[in-house]
């Protein structure tokens, strides 16, 4: 849960275009298109993260949403985490389970998980919770 957590915080931030993401080792593990679709790393449709905040699975499912107060809700509108202003990523109970600053994906214990650079903070953490 908190690498899901993780990985939707890592998803969602501002203005996108194309982006890969990358594990600690630098290997493509997937990419964002500015229209919010989110492929793996073999090109493959895994989900969409759409503009109202929801996010879909490859089969059109309903997985998650990602508010605009930076709050991350599963497919049942409960509570899973938050993606603060700052990049910190915390879990249902504001517990910090990871930082992405400067396009770095980090764990609470500051450890390098992947990078994230040119993509949105939110959608970034939206891959991480939801997709990865």
Do not use: R
Not at 76 to 83: D, N, R
Not at 102 to 114: A, C, K, L, Y
């Amino acid at each position: 849960m908190k690498n899901v957590l993780l990985l939707i915080i890592i998803l969602s931030c501002a203005q996108i275009k194309s982006q890969i993401l990358q594990g600690a080792d630098l290997t493509n593990i997937g990419q964002i298109k500015s229209d919010g679709t989110v492929l793996d790393e073999s090109n493959k449709l895994m989900g969409k993260i759409k503009a109202d905040g929801m996010v879909t699975n490859k089969s059109s499912v309903i997985i998650g949403y990602i508010k605009s107060d930076g709050s991350i809700q599963n497919e049942s509108k409960t509570l899973v985490g938050y993606v603060l202003s700052d990049g910190t990523i915390q879990d249902a109970e504001k517990k910090t389970i990871g930082y992405i600053k400067d396009g770095v994906v980090s764990n609470h214990s500051n450890e390098t998980i992947g990078y994230a650079k040119n993509i949105p903070v939110k959608w970034a953490a939206v891959y991480f919770f939801f997709l990865f």
